[in-house]
């Protein structure tokens, strides 16, 4: 377990050591009003961050605490495995936690409170009855092959970006922001979709991926690959590349021949390669075969490997 000090350690000065655990709600708004507090300078507002998380972090975690870090002056990292975004218990069951290392690395990414909840502090009636839609932007790609897991992830999100939100008596004014990494293209653009649409007072930030030096987009889910397997997958970054290539040089696509890359390699089971609009997620019939590429797009791509299922993506133009 970490030693990081609990907030009811009888009202002591916060201990230099970082990131300090909070296990419930009121201990995440004692300690980030605290935070808040201090070191502010008359009423110039203070910065406050979420990065939301499932834990079993890796650097690509690491890479966007530190964005947060760099732009704010409180960053409270939550770590929760939310089983509403599961589809398959299985896969719920078998995700990795790591607690311990989690705040090794949180510590060492500079956050400051680290929100891991149990799920009765989460969901303390079970399940909730109210819940939000993602619409068609969730029902498409990860939604097709996961239902309701973009719903799920709505429900644990909204009520994080509440949560770690300026605290109701927060001494002094607040600009309050999330992090979000591009990793997860269609939930980033779901939750800027519900934080707009519902009138959220927070901005968001995407955090651009961070990949493997051979390429492989970081992800909890690597660490289920064989070695054979990881060598495999490097094929969906390749054919992303030969995209952004193209497009970078305003050369028609050709999606069929990333397609073809991909089948190329008999290990890897492609579920969808497909070029969108980055806001709505609708298929960029006209940019993606013959004619030159122009303006903006994201390629979106998914696929099995052996039993580990591997997303990844690629902004085209300046998006
Ligand atoms: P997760 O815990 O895997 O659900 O991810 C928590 C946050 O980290 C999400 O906003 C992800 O998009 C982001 N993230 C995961 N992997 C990467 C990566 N390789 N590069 C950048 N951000 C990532």
Redesign the pocket.
């Known amino acids: 377990m970490n030693s990081a000090p609990s907030p009811h350690d009888g009202g002591t000065p916060l201990a230099p050591t970082r990131p300090l655990l909070a296990r419930t709600v009121a201990e995440l708004r004692t300690l980030s009003a605290r935070l808040l507090e201090e070191g502010a300078v008359g009423g110039t507002p203070r910065r406050l961050a979420l990065?939301?998380?499932?834990?079993?972090l890796?650097e690509?975690?690491g890479?966007?605490v530190r964005a947060a870090r760099a732009a704010n002056d409180v960053v409270v990292v939550s770590v929760f495995v939310n089983p509403l975004q599961f589809d398959d218990p299985a896969d719920y069951d078998r995700y990795p936690r790591t607690l311990d290392a989690d705040l090794e690395l949180l510590d060492d990414a500079g956050a400051d409170i680290v929100f891991a909840p149990e799920e009765s502090e989460v969901y303390p009636d079970g399940p909730p009855l109210v819940r939000l839609s993602s619409g068609k932007l969730g029902e498409k790609f990860e939604g097709a092959s996961r239902p309701g897991h973009f719903d799920g992830m709505l429900a644990v999100v909204a009520q994080l970006l509440h949560h770690a939100g300026p605290p109701p008596l927060a001494p002094v004014p607040v600009e309050y922001s999330a992090?979000?990494?591009?990793?997860?293209a269609q939930?980033?653009a779901i939750v800027r979709r519900m934080v707009a649409d519902l009138a959220y007072p927070v901005r968001i930030h995407a955090?651009?991926?961070?990949?493997s030096p051979e390429g492989l987009?970081?992800?909890?889910r690597n660490r289920f690959l064989s070695p054979e397997q990881a060598e495999a997958a490097l094929v969906l970054s390749r054919a992303l590349f030969l995209l952004r290539d193209r497009a970078q040089a305003h050369e028609p696509l050709m999606v069929d021949d990333a397609e073809a890359l991909i089948a190329s390699q008999p290990l890897v089971d492609l579920d969808y390669l497909e070029v969108v609009d980055p806001d709505t997620l609708e298929p960029l019939a006209f940019n993606c075969r013959e004619t030159p590429f122009t303006g903006t797009a994201l390629v979106l791509v998914a696929a099995r490997v052996g039993n580990v299922r591997l997303i990844d993506n690629m902004p085209l133009g300046d998006s």
């Open positions: 990065v939301p998380t499932m834990g079993a890796h690509g975690h890479h966007l992090y979000f990494g591009q990793k997860d939930q980033l955090v651009p991926i961070v990949r987009a970081l992800s909890s």
